[in-house]
């Protein structure tokens, strides 16, 4: 199952119980406030209630004896200040009494009767505060006031899409139109990508004269092909070109362990997206969710099924005049289920391919905006040596180029950091620090040797860009080959002289060494694999010609594929596998040959490499061009050494006649001052 636990999917085998949702930091401030209020009221009105009180008689006694003379009676509340005067001791005396509220009014009248009778000169009465019942009016108004404050509060959690009750709410990142700063302009090496979608732009643009046509736009445009191809930054060229709101969200964003959370999201989606329409709706990796209904091993998954029917239900209901795009994105358009890629729903489909040589100097030079090179760097020749790369991969190659040349603190960026990173994104980082002894020096050093001399002799595509045995990534040294041109397509000859150039190594080890090891496995994984593609996939076998056998896509999908018999009988796959080794067998006969017939180049290029560790393209030509003889390297010392005593000689020539000038100059002075 690919359920998610609050934004974290519990990794597959492990025992995941559902843990219930944490509750905001806020709300848990809130139930604390209104705790202590309640402490607060209730220990406040149990004071009031529990304080000591005295009876009326008390009161009564001083006022009905003669023996006390009393002046007045002062009642504020139900608090009682008597004042008399002793007629036994001649003395004024005060006395506070306290009497419950209900005495209040039976006290009122007794003094009131007193007074006319004349035993009492004066009395006052003051209305009480009741201070319970001004709590009681604090305590609901704060109530109210609490409860307005925690709706709003969870109604902005739920706004901002942090809060346990915003779980069905649209997860997607809407950018507005003035904050999508991309355009077609800041996308190459796909021009045919972008002429399909300016048809899209031109929609969101000018309704009206499509629908006066009574043309239909397509609901959904899907944008698959490899990682890095540039899918996403075409979705927001188009909402930028279009200057509508954009809404991003990714497929894995829909599913939860809730259930009815994904179908629960692509309704409010799509609500919003209507609400802000014309809008552009993109859904990043949409196989996540759009997968195959039914598929797998015991059925499949019950809410992302629910969730994409929810989609198909959504992009179907749409109206004429929605003006809502859907763009989706995938590198895997192959297990998508058919009902998502059915015309009215996703029924315009761009293949984005990895961009040709052309597209990649383009690609090169607006990446290279803000980075400053030196004059010497041609993209030309940079986007020839990178084929294969994506929009992403020379991104990140001009990235790696400035962060080498600030690290060898350079003011602008040469061909030396462009060509390291080239091989650092390639290959990974130089292992520098890694000793070397002797013999692993001599046997990478023949071993690369043998790839290079055996490419250069027999192919007419590609050369030599870069030998060394200095160890890179995985791998205890390389030889970097480029096309001399852009190639959409492959001859059974250069197949078979790229299993010979793998084979090279070995070779090489096996006639200057005596002896083979185990350097050469992912080159026999490569033979291997081009021999197997010739047989089965591209009918390129002098036994089975115009034959292929099996799947093109031979990735199975667990439930679509499972339980596949091949398509061959037992004795068509002997037959194969016999093809395969004949072709290697042939191959490797050859590889022998050209390398005994070039073993002085080979030994040359060999000793080069254990003295310097590394030979670039030019001269590797030489040494190639000579032989093998390394005279020529001399002779160019010798000539640097040459250039460099007259390069001293003439600064030692300037320097006396500056030095005579200046003399002269002084003594014309002193002259001019006599």
Not at 19 to 25: E, F, L, N
Not at 499 to 513: D, H, N, P, T, W
Not at 605 to 629: H, S
């Amino acid at each position: 199952m690919e359920n998610k636990n609050l934004g974290k999917e519990p990794n597959e085998g492990e025992n995941s119980e559902f843990k219930p949702p944490r509750i905001p930091g806020g709300l848990i401030f809130y139930a604390v406030i209104i705790v202590l209020i309640i402490i607060l009221s209730y220990t406040v009105l149990r004071t009031n209630n529990t304080t000591k009180r005295e009876n009326l008689s008390d009161l009564y006694e001083y006022i009905n004896d003669e023996s006390y003379d009393v002046e007045s009676v002062i009642i504020n509340g139900n608090t009682v200040q008597l004042t008399y005067t002793d007629a036994k001791y001649n003395d004024k005396l005060t006395i506070t009494r306290k009497i419950p509220m209900v005495s209040v009014d039976r006290l009122l009248e007794k003094l009131e009767e007193e007074k006319q009778a004349g035993h009492i000169e004066y009395y006052d009465y003051t209305e009480p505060v009741d201070i319970s019942t001004i709590v009681n009016i604090i305590i609901c108004i704060g109530s109210c006031v609490l409860v307005f404050l925690i709706f709003k509060s969870i109604a902005k959690q739920s706004k901002d899409n942090n809060s346990v009750f915003s779980f069905g709410n649209n997860r997607a990142k809407l950018t507005k139109p003035n904050q999508m700063k991309i355009r077609f302009t800041d996308v190459a090496g796909c021009d045919e990508e972008k002429e399909e979608l300016a048809e899209v732009v031109d929609f969101l643009k000018n309704p009206a004269k499509y629908h006066e046509l009574g043309a239909k736009i397509p609901k959904g445009v899907i944008l698959y092909g490899a990682a890095g191809t540039g899918k996403t930054l075409l979705a927001k060229a188009v909402a930028g070109e279009a200057g509508v709101p954009f809404f991003y969200i990714s497929g894995s964003d829909f599913v939860e362990m809730l259930v009815g959370v994904g179908s629960s999201r692509v309704r409010s989606l799509f609500a919003d997206a209507k609400k802000a329409s014309p809008s552009v709706v993109f859904i990043d990796e949409i196989d996540a969710v759009g997968r195959k209904r039914g598929a797998g091993l015991g059925g499949g998954n019950d809410e992302r099924e629910q969730t994409l029917n929810q989609i198909l239900v959504e992009m179907d209901g749409f109206n004429d005049n929605t003006n809502v795009i859907v763009i989706a994105a995938t590198n895997r358009v192959d297990i998508l289920d058919p009902a998502l890629l059915r015309a009215g729903r996703f029924d315009r489909k761009v293949m984005v391919m990895p961009p040709d040589a052309n597209g990649r100097e383009a690609v090169l030079k607006i990446h290279a905006r803000g980075k400053k090179f030196t004059d010497e760097v041609d993209f030309h020749e940079l986007a020839l040596s990178t084929v294969g790369f994506t929009g992403a991969d020379l991104e990140n190659l001009l990235n790696e180029s400035a962060l080498l040349a600030a690290r060898r603190n350079k003011k602008k960026i040469t061909p030396l950091e462009v060509n390291d990173a080239m091989f650092r994104v390639m290959m990974g980082p130089e292992k520098t620090s890694k000793k070397l002894t002797d013999k692993s020096k001599k046997l990478t050093a023949y071993h690369e040797a043998g790839h290079a001399i055996v490419l250069r002799a027999l192919s007419e595509t590609e050369k030599v860009d870069r030998v060394t045995i200095i160890p890179a990534g995985s791998a205890g040294g390389f030889t970097a080959y480029k096309p001399k041109e852009d190639y959409d397509f492959q001859t059974k000859k250069m197949l078979l002289t790229s299993i010979k150039v793998s084979l090279g190594g070995r070779a090489a080890e096996e006639i200057f060494l005596g002896e083979i090891s185990t350097g050469a496995m992912s080159d026999l994984q490569h033979c291997n694999r081009v021999a197997t593609n010739m047989i089965k996939r591209f009918g390129l076998s002098d036994k089975f010609p115009n034959l292929v056998f099996g799947d093109d896509n031979e990735e199975v999908f667990i439930g679509s594929s499972f339980g596949q018999v091949q398509s061959y009988s037992d004795k068509t796959a002997y037959e194969i596998d016999e093809e395969i080794k004949n072709i290697i067998d042939n191959c490797y006969k050859e590889t022998l040959e050209v390398l005994r017939t070039k073993s002085s180049t080979v030994e040359g290029l060999a000793t080069r490499l254990m003295d310097v560790l590394k030979v670039d393209g030019p001269e590797f030509e030489k040494i190639y061009e000579n032989n093998g003889d390394l005279s020529f390297l001399n002779e160019k010392s010798a000539a640097s050494e040459e250039v460099t005593a007259v390069d001293e000689g003439i600064a030692e020539a300037e320097a006396v006649i500056n030095s005579d000038d200046n003399k002269s100059e002084s003594e014309a002075d002193s002259k001019s001052e006599e």
